[in-house]
């Protein structure tokens, strides 16, 4: 199998750290050169400790959930004859206690739209490459929480 490598940097910059006052704004990097500023999620630890505009790691999840179920959507789209011109989605996690009492990610929702050219998938036949995208998603496939699909009503 395959190995995935990120790296995390954090540095105290002299604040006092016993008394938890300190950023909590870190940078991500990937092995391909790109970084991204991270930080905690500000509903739990307030500005300025945690930066508004960085990505939290529950908003990383729901959107590795949401990318990996794309590229394999994209791939069963392509091999079922249809040309996605377009997609986009909206995919929001929700955090909470799960029946042991454990503050974890509860669900992960997924709310893809899809622009086709030429002829458009069925209802039906869209629904099964989201299930087949779904059922194939490693990152989905890994996670406690249900990850659910919703489609628009046509």
Do not use: Q
Request: proline share 5%; net charge negative.
């Amino acid at each position: 199998m395959s190995k995935h490598i990120a790296k995390i940097n954090w540095s105290r910059d002299g604040a006092i750290f016993s008394d938890a006052k300190y950023s909590r704004g870190h940078l991500i990097s990937f092995d391909g050169g790109v970084s991204i500023a991270g930080s905690s999620n500000p509903e739990g630890v307030r500005p300025p400790l945690s930066k508004v505009d960085a990505a939290d790691p529950e908003e990383l999840l729901v959107a590795a959930v949401a990318s990996c179920h794309m590229l394999w959507f994209l791939d069963f789209t392509r091999k079922a004859g249809f040309v996605i011109n377009s997609y986009e989605d909206n995919p929001h996690g929700r955090l909470g206690k799960d029946e042991d009492g454990v503050i974890r990610i509860t669900l992960v929702t997924l709310v893809p739209k899809a622009e086709f050219e030429g002829k458009a998938p069925t209802k039906s036949e869209l629904e099964e490459l989201h299930h087949k995208a779904h059922e194939t998603c490693f990152i989905a496939n890994s996670l406690k929480c249900p990850v659910v699909v919703e489609l628009e009503a046509e």
